[in-house]
T-cell receptor, first 114, second 113 residues
Framework: DGGITQSPKYLFRKEGQNVTLSCEQN?????MYWYRQDPGQGLRLIYY???????QKGDIAEGYSVSREKKESFPLTVTSAQKNPTAFYLC?????????????FGEGSWLTVV | QKEVEQNSGPLSVPEGAIASLNCTYS??????FFWYRQYSGKSPELIMS????GDKEDGRFTAQLNKASQYVSLLIRDSQPSDSATYLC?????????????FGAGTRLAVHP
């Protein structure tokens, strides 16, 4: 089936550890995105990528890093520099640059700091 | 700062009634608008997109856009308990042509039998 697959669904991180969230899509979409959602709040953009080997910071990029080596994959690393990483992380994709293209979401990953 | 504002709710409506969800946005140049539904603990799913002033209907859902007033709304007719969820309004400010969405915090809808 076509879609966006995020893994793991649940992840626990110890203080000072880096963790990587995986995002894979088989929709042949050019653009991919990472959003963060905190309880009772809307989604905030962390990073986005329009094409392979290119990505841009979103509104809350500090403490995060990404790579886009393949069109299908856009992993997010939450580094120890992110002081409050506990949140729901959503990967998304869309066909491209046009403002009318719809963004579709994966099922999300819950990250908890222990 | 480009913003999207929604009433957090909860908006409580009886089953069978019309639910009206509202959203305002600050960037007058915005061109595309989306409504997503999000059940608790799940990811957002697209309900409607609208690009032109006026109404757009899809089944029980109607999106309304008024660019002059910078206002977009979602009407849900014949509300069902299964419609109980948080509804997110999203706006594409079309900055630099990139397809980035700015989300409101969402309105929680509760449909009671």
């Amino acid at each position: 089936d076509g879609g966006i697959t995020q893994s793991p669904k649940y992840l626990f991180r110890k203080e000072g550890q880096n963790v990587t969230l995986s995002c894979e899509q088989n929709l042949n979409h050019d653009a991919m995105y990472w959003y963060r959602q905190d309880p009772g709040q809307g989604l905030r953009l962390i990073y986005y990528s329009q094409i392979v080997n290119d990505f841009q910071k979103g509104d809350i990029a500090e403490g995060y890093s990404v790579s886009r080596e393949k069109k299908e994959s856009f992993p997010l690393t939450v580094t120890s520099a992110q002081k409050n990483p506990t949140a729901f992380y959503l990967c998304a994709s869309s066909t491209g640059r046009s403002s009318g293209n719809t963004i579709y979401f994966g099922e999300g990953s819950w990250l908890t700091v222990v | 700062q480009k913003e999207v504002e929604q009433n957090s709710g909860p908006l409580s409506v009886p089953e069978g009634a019309i639910a009206s969800l509202n959203c305002t946005y600050s960037d007058r140049g915005s061109q595309s608008f989306f409504w997503y539904r999000q059940y608790s603990g799940k990811s957002p799913e697209l309900i409607m997109s609208i690009y032109s002033n006026g109404d757009k209907e899809d089944g029980r859902f109607t999106a309304q856009l008024n660019k002059a007033s910078q206002y977009v709304s979602l009407l849900i007719r014949d509300s069902q308990p299964s419609d109980s969820a948080t509804y997110l309004c999203a706006v594409n400010p079309n900055s630099g042509g990139y397809n980035k969405l700015i989300f409101g915090a969402g309105t929680r809808l509760a449909v009671h039998p």
